[in-house]
């Protein structure tokens, strides 16, 4: 069931009240009636003022309630005093929803806080939507509603068009849709929520999701305060093919809460945001150029059937610097096949062939090669996406004359790919190219970022829905206490995830026996529930060989870790079978405060931390989406063998992630960490095996308790 609510009133309201208005247009009270006359709203317009009798040529009412007609939608631009009053009055007068202009709530004191709950208390009272406060209000360029005191709106109002924007901070979003109009971006609806008392930005990003005159979503995140809402809105944008990019700016620690395993340390709010943006499709822009370039290329109206790029320059260095780019965003570049290269060079000689492809100045003597190069290279490469660097020629009016008829033949023999062009140009040139299908970009590596961009949009909207994964039975987990490695494994070897053979003992010669039943060789580790990383204080030895040996090794480790960790509980010590050489990899789990449970996935065992190398997901998930994961670790490579090593058994591997993340969903409400460190992967066909585990529980008296990822 949705857990998200309607919000058409901000966007399709057929009256509007402006409370405090103004008869000053430069006003923040008198701003939204001037951008409605503006915008050719239709609907009718109430400025409410008790000292006017009229306001911009409008009748004024003294209150809400003397208006005597329903109220779709009111707009409150008051004192921060007299707006819960303001607020209350518009519940009681059965207006649908409300946006407060007003500053000065719970972003500056307690006593705003308290006034924001009032507000709050009375608009889910009479069921009205509340926006704000301290927003910027709605647009909707179709209808010609534009709620908003934005200054962003200047002689004209804002050219319709299919690209929508919600945004937390109005003046990001009022800053972008000044943008847009810059760079030409037609606007279709828009949305600041300022403080998100009711409505949040995921309400606004699911509806223009769902909008069909919506083609491209924008979101500006701050904070989530329920995570189901921004969920259900990813997944409206991705079962609905809409290309959502948003930018989730701001870290907390507040997802990687002070716990002792190697999971946590990594995880963070922002980690776990991105890793559950990529589950969905979504696109997480890191600034505000790749946000609009990103929204401007999903906006031309196709996307690229393959991630393979294909890259056609007049300079070499700067093919050397798009592939770079490319390496680095993750967009394939394969290489031409060998014939044709050889027809290629047929055309020019000395050109670099391979992709990128380096057409030299010959280009210049002689423009009419742009097509049949183009035209190879698209007929032969399979190439979903094709970037054309033509430098400062779209500045001469000479050349790019000649080079626009074949650019032109190209894209109408190829309508289905995505072209490109990156140069600098003048208006007319750019337009020309943009009106024949091209999109266009001076940085050369601004149009390989949007090209990977679209790429992973037509993947995601490819992929097949997962299918809902049976749950295993809970854990039988005591709250609020730290798992023993022999406890946790068990567990874990419950869930199906394979562990070593392995016996606890409490004293020297129990140790030799329990050796001699496992067989030699077998590692000794310390047993505790308050020592997560044994080998930092002496308890763990490795490869013991003999029974002397093992008894040995139980007083050793005894003595090591009652100096190196005097205090700490001591259960005895584990006597467990060597595992063969394998890849060591880490797997973990971490409780994030908004999303539940999140797998980890990295490589590096006690290096985990050094590498750096992981990727996230939130439980559960099946194994093809774990292959996925193993396929984004930045030293994938090393899973196929690297210096004379065998390639590494990934299926084993892709199935244990799969049922560490039913586990950690089965045990939602219980676990709060695990760590599998090492968990060694062993050739192919071999399978895997835990070797360490850790599990923390929640504590006790834990209570669920609304929390915010800033």
Not at 9 to 19: C, G, K, L, N, Q
Not at 307 to 325: C, F, P, Q, W
Not at 460 to 480: C, M, Q, T
């Amino acid at each position: 069931m949705s857990v998200l609510s309607d919000v058409s009133a901000f966007f399709t309201p057929r009256s509007i009240a402006v409370i405090g208005a103004s008869d000053d247009p430069t006003k923040i009270g008198g701003r939204p009636i001037r951008n409605l006359l503006l915008g050719g709203y239709e609907g009718k317009i109430l400025p409410i003022n008790p000292r006017y009798q009229t306001v911009q040529g409008l009748q004024a009412f003294a209150s809400i309630e003397d208006v005597g007609q329903p109220v779709d939608l009111a707009i409150v631009s008051l004192p921060a005093q007299a707006v819960p009053d303001a607020v209350a009055a518009c519940a009681a007068s059965g207006v649908k929803a409300a946006i407060v202009f007003s500053a000065g709530f719970s972003e500056a004191s307690a006593e705003g806080e308290e006034a924001q709950r009032r507000m709050e208390a009375s608009a889910r009272a009479s069921g009205m939507r509340l926006l704000g406060p301290n927003c910027m209000g709605t647009i909707n360029t179709r209808a010609g509603v534009l709620a908003t005191f934005t200054s962003g709106i200047v002689e004209a109002a804002p050219q319709p068009g299919r690209i929508s924007l919600a945004s937390q901070s109005g003046a990001f979003g009022s800053h972008c849709l000044a943008l847009m109009r810059e760079r030409g971006l037609a606007l279709n609806l828009w949305a600041t929520t300022g403080n998100q008392c009711d409505v949040e930005v995921s309400d606004f990003l699911a509806y223009m999701a769902a909008d069909p005159n919506t083609d491209v979503v924008i979101g500006s995140i701050e904070g989530v305060r329920d995570a189901g809402r921004l969920i259900e809105a990813f997944e409206i944008a991705q079962r609905n093919k809409k290309p959502m990019i948003v930018m989730k700016v701001g870290t907390s620690d507040a997802g990687a809460a002070a716990m002792a395993s190697h999971t946590a340390s990594l995880a963070g709010s922002d980690a776990v945001f991105d890793a559950v943006a990529k589950r969905y499709g979504v696109y997480r822009a890191t600034s505000i150029d790749e946000l609009m370039d990103v929204a401007y290329a999903c906006s031309r109206g196709h996307l690229p059937d393959s991630d393979r790029l294909g890259i056609v320059t007049v300079s070499g260095g700067v093919g050397v610097l798009m592939a770079d780019a490319a390496s680095e965003v993750g967009i394939a570049l394969p290489e031409l096949p060998d014939k044709t290269q050889g027809d290629l060079r047929a055309l020019i000689p000395f050109a670099g062939t391979r992709n990128p492809v380096d057409v030299t100045a010959q280009i210049l003597n002689d423009p009419d090669l742009i097509e049949p190069m183009l035209s190879l290279l698209l007929e032969a490469g399979n190439y979903g996406s094709v970037i054309v660097f033509l430098s400062h020629l779209g500045l001469n009016p000479a050349i790019i004359a000649k080079l626009l008829p074949g650019l032109k033949r190209v894209s109408s023999r190829f309508p289905d790919r995505y072209l490109s062009v990156s140069l600098l140009a003048h208006a007319d040139v750019r337009a020309e190219l943009e009106e024949s299908g091209y999109t266009v970009f001076e940085d050369p590596n601004r149009a390989v970022r949007a090209a990977s961009a679209l790429a992973r949009f037509s993947a995601s909207f490819g992929e097949a829905r997962p299918e809902s994964l049976p749950l295993p039975v809970p854990a039988d987990a005591r709250a609020g206490g730290r798992y023993t490695e022999a406890e946790g494994k068990q567990m874990l070897a419950a869930a199906g995830i394979p562990v070593t053979q392995e016996e606890i003992v409490t004293d020297a010669n129990a140790a030799a026996r329990a050796a001699a039943r496992i067989g030699f060789p077998v590692v000794l580790k310390i047993v505790s529930p308050d020592i997560a990383h044994k080998s930092d204080v002496g308890g763990v030895l490795l490869n013991l060989a003999d029974e002397a040996a093992a008894r040995a090794g139980f007083a050793t480790i005894m003595e090591r870790v009652s100096s190196a960790s005097p205090g700490s509980q001591l259960d005895g010590v584990l006597v467990a079978a060597m595992v063969p050489k394998g890849l060591e990899t880490v797997l973990g789990v971490v409780k994030d405060p908004l999303f539940g449970p999140v797998v980890m996935f990295g490589l590096g065992g006690i290096f985990v931390e050094v590498l750096r190398d992981v990727v996230f997901r939130p439980a559960p998930f099946g194994v093809a989406e774990a292959r996925e994961m193993i396929s984004q670790v930045r030293g994938r490579a090393m899973f196929e063998g690297v210096r004379g090593a065998p390639p590494a058994d990934t299926d084993a591997l892709a199935d244990a992630l799969s049922k560490l993340s039913l586990f950690a969903a089965a045990n939602a409400e219980t676990i709060a960490s695990v760590d599998i460190n090492p968990f060694l992967v062993l050739p192919r066909g071999e399978g895997a095996i835990a070797v360490d585990a850790f599990i923390e529980t929640v504590a006790a008296e834990a209570a669920p308790a609304e929390t915010v990822l800033v």
